[in-house]
């Protein structure tokens, strides 16, 4: 018999300190888990070169979600996870997050090795570069095989995904690579393999029958000595704790309890899966039994025995990643005051104002929102529709005109639950607006912020009675047409979404700045009908989950679910960087030779640029033709506030400057291509952050710094420019 001693952990995000319960004030954080980690590992024997004769084993999602990463994209995160030191590592769907060409970045600067078996690139055949199809170590004088899986259902909600990066299936990989692993005449030769899989636990449970990693209570009955397939599952993605109840025993966990999607588990396959966020730890020891000479397995696990650690307030701290960290957070508090795009409206997130109507800022997050997925495959045609609530978007003040900054961002976007997209029906959206308006006047933070469909109501009515029609819009065919604005059709009670559409009508209409909005076009009526016609709409998962009065939302078909969603910060970056991108690129490209790193790039530039030069053209011929409108002089609020700025009356140019960059912000395209832009290509040369001085030489952040703030006023040119209006979407008719 021989031992082989292993931790475990997956999904990890928060460094800085957070509430071990909502209701608690105790926190924990990464160092004390990292303490608690080498607390264990000191432990095992030492090797001659240092390490310890023992296995640190990670199962991917380290680069994001979470605040920090939605500023340095994933970067501190490198230099936190060589400082633990895991042995081997995989990938999962949120390591995507900011695309494959950034991930390869942070893996090359990370000093263990990264698994991605079952996916291979067909430019090359082989796994994607970077990335491993298996790892051989040897511990304790046994030889190791590891492979990393991932299952075919979250790669369809990963808009980032390579095009070319194809699915393999799990199982099938695992006996191929057993076979190769475990050959006798091969040149690995190795006496076990274990599997790190990002998956949910059914798809767990599932391959571990089909992989043959039977527990040792099964394998008394039906020996898979000559049998290939995995040892043991190491899984990540669910962030449950979960243990297969075939383990030998287990501390601090009932292996009896009942796991959701682990109904198949009979006792007789070997599971472990972590936890998350560096509140969960599983310490376990592999007993290996030689097979018989000549056997496909060279050992099997007798026995296997571990503990469930959970990381306590108030337990010891890591000092090398408390100082570490101290230097992280201090260069991202300095990175949150740069600038990252430029509006050309005021962005008023007043409480007072947000709760109670629509207004331009909430228009503009939902119709950036509305695209974050447009490029998942399951999400074919992009969503339908935003559904958000006005508490979402907090700051509580007026942003711009001007500068905005990362910060600003952030502030108004603090929260961690992801954005998810569910299908829904008819009813359900009507049931979800009414429950939204039903409190006004009161500024309670249920009051709707929508995209991709328009809503006629009226505050005089009962509450659960305001709705009075919902109508998908569609984009004006042609966009640089001149704008027209919309009216809602007054409703008379009773009347249906479908009679009340064909009084809708186009008309001009004013902005608080002057200018004239672009035209909404209805496309077709949403009726409050339970099944039929279903939407695709994009919202929180704090929603999802019946929050805040929104119980009709519980229990629908997620499209993209909480494990799969990215933060609402994350998505808003990631545009604002393809903007800048896109802008730079077209400001360089009469001046040096650019090499993209995505065969469709350059067009998707031109086609950019395109718009804008057709909009500026459509700017001056509108700026010489059309008379100054004797009362456009600016409505907005004219009390002073810290974050705003005075303006005078715009002039007709600059106001139609604006109008023709609102009409180019409508367009799906826009936003489909300058989110997926910043996936796709190395955002570094426009990013705020400067990545690499994070991820490589922290200590040299200082002088970095101040190369780094020259750089950035060099390039405000490239900022993206915003351009958030009111146009009628959320129409009150009793406040007409």
Avoid at 130 to 153: D, N, P, Q, S
Avoid at 318 to 341: G, N, Q, T, Y
Wanted: contains cysteine; neutral net charge.
């Amino acid at each position: 018999m021989s031992s082989l001693p292993i931790l475990h952990f997956n999904d990890v995000y928060r460094v800085q300190p957070f509430k071990v319960h909502p209701k608690s004030p105790e926190t924990i954080d990464v160092t004390q888990f990292a303490a608690m980690l080498d607390d264990i590992r000191v432990s095992w024997p030492q090797r001659d070169d240092g390490s310890r004769e023992g296995l640190v084993l990670f199962s991917g999602d380290v680069f994001a979600p979470s605040i920090e990463s939605s500023v340095t994209r994933g970067s501190h995160m490198v230099p936190v996870m060589n400082a633990i030191g895991p042995d081997v590592s995989m990938t999962g769907n949120h390591d995507f997050d900011f695309g494959y060409p950034h991930l390869s970045k942070l893996i090359l600067n990370t000093n263990f090795p990264w698994l991605l078996s079952n996916i291979v690139d067909t430019a090359t055949s082989r796994v994607p570069e970077h990335l491993l199809e298996y790892v051989v170590l040897e511990r304790a004088g046994i030889r190791v095989g590891f492979i990393g899986l991932v299952e075919k259902e979250w790669i369809g909600t990963v808009p980032t995904w390579p095009e070319n990066f194809k699915y393999r299936d799990m199982a099938e990989v695992g006996i191929k690579l057993s076979k190769r692993l475990r050959d006798p005449e091969g040149e690995h030769k190795c006496d076990i393999v274990i599997a790190l899989t990002h998956a949910r636990v059914p798809n767990d449970v599932r391959l571990a029958k089909a992989l043959n990693a039977l527990s040792p209570s099964a394998q008394a009955k039906n020996s898979i000595a000559d049998r290939h397939g995995v040892d043991i599952i190491l899984g990540g993605h669910d962030h449950l704790y979960y243990i297969s109840r075939g383990v030998t025993s287990w501390e601090n966990y009932d292996t009896t309890q009942y796991a959701l999607g682990a109904e198949e588990d009979h006792g007789d396959i070997l599971i472990v899966k972590s936890g998350t966020d560096f509140r969960d730890l599983s310490e376990f020891t592999l007993q290996l039994e030689d097979t018989p000479a000549g056997s496909v397995r060279r050992k099997v696990i007798k026995e296997i025995r571990g503990k469930h650690h959970e990381t306590k307030p108030g337990s010891r701290k890591s000092e090398r990643i408390a100082k570490l960290l101290e230097s992280l957070l201090s260069s991202v508090s300095d990175a949150l005051k740069a600038p990252v795009c430029k509006s050309a409206a005021e962005l008023d997130l007043r409480s007072a104002l947000i709760r109670t109507q629509e207004t331009a800022a909430a228009n503009w997050f939902a119709d950036v929102l509305r695209h974050a997925y447009d490029d998942a495959p399951t999400m074919q045609g992009g969503a339908d529709g935003v559904f958000i609530c006005a508490g979402t978007l907090r700051g509580d003040s007026i942003y711009g005109p001007g500068l905005i900054s990362l910060g600003d961002i952030l502030e108004i976007l603090p929260f961690e639950d992801p954005v998810i997209v569910l299908e829904l029906d008819g009813e359900t959206i009507w049931a979800a607006l009414e429950a939204s308006l039903e409190t006004f006047p009161a500024q309670e933070g249920r009051f709707p912020v929508i995209a991709g469909f328009r809503v006629s109501w009226d505050s005089r009515r009962p509450p659960g009675q305001r709705v009075l029609g919902v109508w998908l819009t569609k984009e004006p065919a042609d966009a640089s047409a001149a704008p027209s604005g919309a009216t809602t059709p007054t409703a008379t009670p009773g009347r249906s979404a479908s009679s009340s559409v064909s009084s809708f009508q186009s008309s001009s209409s004013t902005t608080s700045s002057g200018t004239t909005t672009p035209p909404l076009v209805d496309s077709e009526p949403v009726l409050r009908t339970r099944g039929g016609r279903m939407y695709k709409i994009v919202s929180r998962e704090y929603m999802a989950q019946g929050h805040d009065g929104f119980v009709m939302l519980k229990g629908n078909k997620y499209l993209v679910d909480d494990e799969s969603g990215q933060m609402m910060s994350a998505i808003v970056r990631k545009y604002l960087l393809g903007g800048r991108y896109v802008n730079r690129m077209s400001r360089l490209v009469s001046q040096v030779d650019i090499t993209h790193l995505h065969p469709d790039t350059p067009g998707l530039i031109s086609r950019e640029r395109a718009r804008q030069e057709r909009h500026a053209r459509h700017a001056r011929s509108k700026s010489r033709s059309r008379p100054e409108h004797p009362h456009s002089h600016s409505h907005s609020h004219s009390h002073s506030h810290p974050r705003s700025s005075s303006k005078g009356p715009a002039t007709i140019g600059t106001r139609w400057r604006q109008v023709a960059g609102r009409a180019l912000r409508w367009s799906r395209a826009h936003y489909r291509e300058l989110i997926g832009i910043a996936g796709r290509e190395h955002m570094s040369g426009v990013d705020c952050i400067d990545g690499e001085v994070i991820r490589c030489a922290v200590e040299r952040f200082g002088e970095e710094k101040v190369k780094r703030e020259e750089q950035e006023r060099e390039r405000e040119e490239d900022l993206a420019v915003i351009y958030p209006v009111v146009d009628g979407r959320l129409k009150d008719e009793g406040r007409a």
